[in-house]
């Protein structure tokens, strides 16, 4: 199977502390590089983590928060100091420009590479990045401001030949993409092999969504229905529940809950509110609702 | 004595590296603290190391390459979620306007504390801050942009009185001000008491000079003449000499001649090109011509 990753660089929420940094990940797949969000000191941990910035294909900025985006002209201007010639492909509100433009003047002399942005429609589900194995799709989130969650998808593979069959059956090359999309083969001698004696099914097609910042809101299941790791922002504790609701965030165990209603494989829970030095509440709360649930910690990797 | 530190945020320089952050520094004097530079993840160095961040009186920022102001975003935006209400001082080329600006909009509607911008002279020698105990001074520096040096003083304090001689010959208090300030004093009974009977030496108006980045250049040797403590730039190697020179940069032996010819008392060399993972050969080709040299290094506090 092909490598599908999710490396948390950070997974604090809008004030640092020691223990965490601002909310950013990187999603592999297939050999591209994806990042998601990028708060201060994402570089650094890119470094820290050993991620291979240069193969960095393109970012998703869910929202203009701060602590969301402050790490984008450390990032920028590092790639122009590598000697990336590469276009980089940056999803994110349009309001982003407000700081994006003038940074692009200011490293304009130096850089090779050309940064094209896409704005993100905050109101509905669209289709961001597509090619013959991932699509990419964006959704709406509820928070003060426009934000989007992302949904990271492989496409069906094709079945899986088994090789031994192409001799036993003296199959042509010719024949093998059609019989990998399902076709039976009809021998020379008339017998005709069923497909399913002929090949595997192919990679399953895995699914990761990334929901933050938001609310608790149920509007966002048919988006992430099923998927195979869902990451759900869950800022506070039951007990700050009143704070969650002014803010637009999460508890975790309303986050295990959208976890539960979706049927989703596994949920990993984030964004911790600078006021937890220590985590085991918000993962008893959640586990309780929702038991395939982990935390997020900076360097951890969640392979799908 | 007053206190009178320098700490160490980042000493790297461009390109981060997982040793060391970009560039930053904390002076701090006389219960003020003062920041030079800001590189990416300064806040997050200032937590790490305990610094208070509420007490921070003013910025100054040397010159505008990103690794010495990408800090500040995170920086402005952490000061105003910590409901800061006093003004900040910016001492920076006019030209950072151009980042800083976008930024005040975007953070405007939430912050509680205004930015006052004082362009720097990039030409000339100029008293930036002044009050009764301390000045601080910027002067040109030789880089391939405008690009400034610090110096922070104390003033000298007056003499302080020995309490003994008070009760001894029976001194009014409004005399004090003035024997502190060298005045003999004269008895009722006619006999004069010199001065240095009653008082001992004021505290020595201790110097801190800041010196990055520059190339070689002998110009600053005025402004930084006998300072208790230099931190000068030491980018590369001397292998690196010409590498040195075309970036506009300083090797450790360059710096350590500038010490020494500047007659200061102690050296901190910083600002390493990410190709040293070990600095103990900037340290020996800076310790062969000026002994009293140390290595910047992140977390590291240098007392005066």
């Avoid at 596994?266 to 935390?295: C, D, M, Q």
Wanted: hydrophobic share 40%; net charge neutral; aromatic share 8%.
């Amino acid at each position: 199977m092909n490598k599908f990753q999710v490396t948390i660089l950070g997974c604090g929420s809008a004030m640092p502390t020691t223990l965490h940094n601002p909310p950013s990940q990187l999603v592999e797949m297939n050999e591209k590089l994806f990042m998601i969000d990028c708060g201060e000191g994402t570089q650094l941990q890119m470094r820290k983590f050993k991620a291979r910035i240069s193969k960095l294909h393109s970012l998703f900025i869910s929202h203009l928060h701060g602590d969301h985006i402050f790490g984008l002209p450390g990032l920028l201007s590092t790639l122009s100091l590598l000697g990336r010639t590469n276009d980089l492909h940056i999803y994110a509100h349009k309001e982003i420009q407000l700081l994006l433009k003038p940074l692009l003047i200011y490293l304009g002399n130096h850089m090779q590479f050309k940064i094209l942005h896409h704005p993100l429609n905050p109101d509905q589900h669209e289709l961001l990045f597509e090619n013959r194995s991932i699509r990419i799709e964006s959704f709406p989130l509820k928070h003060r401001i426009a934000t989007n969650g992302f949904l990271f998808m492989e496409k069906e593979s094709p079945r899986h030949m088994i090789r031994e069959m192409i001799d036993a059956h003296q199959i042509p090359v010719k024949e093998i993409q059609s019989i990998k999309l399902g076709a039976d083969f009809t021998r020379k001698d008339g017998i005709v092999i069923a497909n399913d004696r002929l090949t595997t099914p192919g990679n399953p097609a895995r699914t990761y969504a990334y929901c933050s910042d938001t609310a608790y809101t149920t509007d966002i299941i048919p988006r992430i229905k099923g998927v195979d790791l869902l990451y759900h922002e869950a800022t506070f504790a039951e007990t700050e529940k009143v704070r969650a609701e002014e803010t637009y965030h999460s508890t975790a165990s309303q986050a295990a809950e959208i976890a539960k209603l979706a049927q989703v494989k596994r949920l990993v829970i984030g964004h911790y509110s600078s006021r937890y030095n220590e985590l085991g509440v918000l993962l008893k709360e959640a586990v309780e609702v929702f038991p395939a649930t982990e935390l997020a910690i900076e360097g951890k990797v969640f392979e799908l």
